[in-house]
């Protein structure tokens, strides 16, 4: 069992920044990749962000890339969105997800334990 809970969000300007941090419950937290999922008022749960476990590497959606970057801590189970110049669109409940898939970290169902999410509200 793994157990996730996000912290970071608020309100920010728009080209502001925040750091969004997940923390996992847990031994097996190391053998789990990590994904960063975003939720908007009346749209689906869209993939954000992905680690690998076993070489650290690293995928971002199209619409945030350059901007965001996602990294893990093994030591202190807990993995982090790091978000810069964000826009009004950014503006979602992020949530942070485990799975022990290495490739099909596009999809919401194939994640294995989900956090509660945080709010992320950007203004014009």
């Known amino acids: 069992q793994v157990q996730l809970v996000e912290s970071g969000g608020g309100l920010v300007q728009a080209g502001g920044s925040l750091r969004l941090s997940c923390a996992a419950s847990?031994?097996?937290?190391?053998?789990?990749?990590m994904g960063w999922f975003r939720q908007a008022p009346g749209k689906e749960r869209e993939f954000v962000a992905f680690?690998?476990?076993?070489?650290?590497?690293?995928y971002v959606a199209d619409s945030v890339k350059g901007r965001f970057a996602i990294s893990r801590d093994n030591a202190k189970n807990t993995v982090f969105l790091l978000m810069n110049s964000l826009k009004p669109e950014d503006t979602a409940v992020y949530y942070c997800?485990?799975?022990?898939?290495?490739?099909?970290?596009?999809?919401?169902?194939?994640?294995?334990?989900w956090g509660q999410g945080t709010q992320v509200t950007v203004s014009s």
């Open positions: 997800a485990a799975t022990p898939n290495n490739y099909d970290y596009l999809y919401t169902d194939r994640y294995d334990y």
């Open positions: 680690i690998r476990r076993r070489d650290g590497s690293t």
């Open positions: 847990g031994r097996t937290f190391s053998t789990y990749n």
